[in-house]
């Protein structure tokens, strides 16, 4: 009998069960598998395949459906490395599997058949061409084949390693030392005062693309200590209460997005000019105005100012705070 | 002017700043370090160093004072390891740093002066030998030098790596790739049903002792599911809703303790035996009687239970749920 919460009918009601990549409900077997499970895997006439090739993923599209599991063979035109697949997990029975292809996306003799495309996994979460679980699926795959892929040789001795377990870890043929996926939890916090919260650009973003504040969580820091120190790092804002709100699973590589609400002890703002275009406070009504595309607008008449697409914390951080009086520390 | 928090008057607040290694106050500037930090650094009149042997912190006692943090020259004598080493941060504007020692612990010919002792990071932790700050510093050069001699050799194509930024990363002269300290979020839960408790005992406990169950977060998972597939898998109890309480950064070797409590929806136990000796509910009062060292006696009259000892945020998670209402869901 598959887990309990891979019923349909069990509803988580935490706020990261309805943030994108966050739906995997594979039965994952993590503990009880063998060194062979891919092989049988592979065998299994229900296997299903995802394919990735830098970054993008193997659409097959029926009509205005798109299809993200394939079954083996369909994916022997796109150069799979079918000895470098990973076993994810199993749905009613049937292994799901993930394998690396070699193919170029963006080279430009690349031929595809009319019913293929290479999604970026970004536009797959935004249009939703697949399934919440799919998505969370999908997530884990691109997580684990890309620490694969910077693991095939032993830290600590140089050594060649080889994958166990379908994939939960890597053996060193050398000096014999197993390791382990790699998950960096990073804090992303909305900073919130009394009617208005701190929103700040990286030279990265968009034009008029403004997001809560985010770093990775160092060695020997408390979520909250790590959220205090990168507020301040890059804002010179003071934080005082720190509230978990969310995780979700980030697959840009393999990080654990942890999102918090931080209570501004100060007003002024020291921008870390290295690290952000601009930082600023929004009053609780100038961020309704944006998210309802009710904002200012710049001389192009284009919107001066937008928030992170709905798949990111960042916008669930801001719109359960301005919505839905989320964050609120009075 | 050194950063808000690193004000003494600044007591946060949440219960992640209770547990046993949070409380690093050093200003890390790990931003804004040049790659010879480390040298300047050594050069620092008002340098200290803290050394560390295989899990080993060198101790000098003066009387019963302990003190870890050492200037240069009285590290000399433990075969410090000065290019291996890592600054952490400044305090007051002096600048701590962390060097392995190549010595040997376990060595029985080992003769160190009579008031120096080499502690193990748990006993330092429990007995109290360092400040709250001071254990905080011990848990970030643990884990960061934990991780350098994990990372000499880069993993995409096994060239040699060398520190850069005093610590904060390794460049592979090869590939020139960067990598950045690695920490694994783990999620440690105690799981609540109504007026009793949930807890397992690995094989590795020493005998009697009972804890939260925990497990490492995997590639696409958020905190909740991971509370849910580990309580499931090793204990077969079913968790509704998942409510974070503290982390804890645990150095061993580098691990974000993410503790929560789950809302237990079955009551029977299904136990993983490969994982666990034994998983059982314990009442409130049972865990009263057990903290206040009231509990059960076995035939040699020694406690048949107890829980970890209070450095660890297992122990945290029980107490404040017994003692302080903290997990009830109802």
């Given at each position: 009998m598959p887990?309990?919460?891979?019923?349909?009918?069990?509803?988580?009601?935490?706020?990261?069960?309805?943030?994108?990549?966050?739906?995997?409900h594979l039965d994952r077997q993590s503990e009880a598998r063998e060194d062979d499970c891919v092989d049988r895997a592979m065998e299994h006439s229900d296997a299903q395949f995802i394919g990735i090739a830098r970054g993008r993923v193997v659409l097959r599209f029926n009509g205005e459906d798109a299809i993200g599991f394939h079954p083996h063979d369909h994916l022997s035109d796109h150069q799979p490395r079918w000895e470098r697949a990973i076993l994810l997990g199993y749905e009613n029975g049937a292994p799901r599997l993930a394998v690396p292809l070699g193919l170029n996306?963006?080279?430009?003799?690349?031929?595809l058949p009319d019913d293929v495309k290479l999604v970026d996994f970004r536009s797959l979460a935004i249009q939703k061409l697949l399934s919440h679980?799919?998505?969370?699926?999908?997530?884990?795959?691109a997580a684990t084949l890309a620490w694969h892929s910077s693991a095939r040789y032993c830290g600590r001795c140089g050594g060649q390693?080889?994958?166990?377990?379908?994939g939960v870890k890597r053996h060193c043929q050398s000096?014999?030392?197993?390791?382990?996926?790699?998950?960096?939890?990073v804090v992303i916090m909305l900073t919130v005062r009394g009617d208005k919260c701190l929103l700040g650009r990286s030279p990265h973003f968009p034009p008029g693309m403004y997001s809560a504040l985010a770093g990775f969580v160092e060695a020997g820091e408390t979520m909250e200590t790590a959220v205090r120190r990168e507020t301040h790092e890059e804002s010179g804002i003071h934080i005082g209460r720190v509230r978990y709100h969310a995780t979700q699973p980030w697959p840009f590589p393999h990080t654990l997005m942890i999102g918090c609400y931080g209570e501004a002890l100060s007003d002024e703002i020291v921008r870390d000019e290295g690290e952000l275009d601009d930082c600023r406070w929004f009053t609780r009504d100038e961020i309704l105005a944006i998210l309802d595309g009710n904002g200012p607008l710049t001389e192009d008449d284009v919107p001066q100012f937008f928030t992170p697409p709905n798949i990111a914390i960042a916008s669930r951080l801001v719109t359960d705070w301005a919505r839905n009086g989320e964050g609120q520390f009075d």
């Open positions: 887990p309990y919460f891979l019923d349909p009918n069990f509803q988580p009601t935490e706020h990261s069960a309805k943030l994108a990549f966050s739906g995997n996306p963006d080279d430009e003799n690349l031929v679980s799919e998505l969370g699926q999908m997530a884990q795959g390693t080889e994958m166990k377990g379908g000096c014999k030392a197993d390791q382990f996926p790699r998950t960096d939890p």
